[in-house]
Nanobody, 122 residues
Framework: EVQLVESGGAMVQVGGSLRLSCAAS????????MSWLRQAPGKGPEWVSN????????YYPDSVKGRFTISRDNAKNTLYLQMNNLQLDDTALYFC???????????????RGQGTQVTVSP
């Protein structure tokens, strides 16, 4: 079965850290760029990070740059998100997605997991 399964979400205090994992199965994980997105209650999905197939190129929005680190282990078919210095605004459902490159700089997300909840408390 083709799927992505996230884990590692929890409730932490402001300033704390978490490491999320995303286990991929049923497809060639090492052939796809991957991303993390998050969705807070009442808001639309927000892109959090992207990593290329080799794991040597990453991108982040300003909101998490310097605090979050995306990585991957292609031998284990697993994607990670290390989150440090968590803030209240980081509270959201975090999910990983498979990236499909359409060309001309355009991409689409063609597979997503069910998500893992991260809650940051004061």
């Amino acid at each position: 079965e083709v799927q992505l399964v996230e884990s590692g979400g929890a409730m932490v205090q402001v300033g704390g850290s978490l490491r999320l994992s995303c286990a991929a199965s049923g497809f060639s994980f090492s052939s796809h760029d991957m991303s993390w997105l998050r969705q807070a209650p009442g808001k639309g999905p927000e892109w959090v990070s992207n990593i290329n197939v080799a794991g040597n190129t990453t991108y982040y929005p300003d909101s998490v740059k310097g605090r979050f680190t995306i990585s991957r282990d292609n031998a284990k078919n697993t994607l990670y998100l290390q989150m440090n210095n968590l803030q209240l605004d980081d509270t959201a459902l975090y999910f990983c997605v498979r990236v499909r490159t359409l060309g001309r700089g355009q991409v689409m997300y063609d597979l997503r997991g069910q998500g893992t909840q991260v809650t940051v408390s004061p």
